[in-house]
């Protein structure tokens, strides 16, 4: 099993920046991948980015070059930096992991933190 703790969420002025935190316990060693979802109210989560244990990474258009997902090893931690925010980022920010058995992927979430963009 993998327990993913998250932490940074907040309230944020349009233009302000913010620094999410997932800590990753249990099973690091199965991780494929970790990334962040996000869910808005009345939406669909939509991924947000991923990074692969061999260190690629990808981006939802919508945050190419504004967002950034990072790791530390020695620290079993993923980090996703949020600048340049805007309204329409307000969600539930979400950590995930993959994990890669014998015949299926397994999802492991994290418990969600709050980003509100607002004056």
């Known amino acids: 099993q993998v327990q993913l703790v998250e932490s940074g969420g907040g309230l944020v002025q349009p233009g302000g920046s913010l620094r999410l935190s997932c800590a990753a316990s249990?099973?690091?060693?199965?991780?494929?991948?970790m990334g962040w979802y996000r869910q808005a109210p009345g939406k669909q989560r939509e991924l947000v980015t991923i990074?692969?244990?061999?260190?690629?990474?990808n981006y939802a258009d919508s945050v190419k070059g504004r967002f950034t997902i990072s790791r530390d090893n020695a620290k079993n931690t993923v980090y996703l930096q949020m600048n340049s925010l805007k309204p329409e980022d307000t969600a539930v920010y979400y950590c995930?992991?993959?994990?890669?058995?014998?015949?299926?992927?397994?999802?492991?979430w994290g418990q969600g933190t709050q980003v509100t963009v607002s004056s």
């Open positions: 995930n992991a993959d994990v890669k058995g014998r015949i299926a992927i397994y999802h492991y």
């Open positions: 249990g099973s690091i060693s199965s991780i494929n991948s």
């Open positions: 990074i692969t244990s061999g260190g690629s990474t």
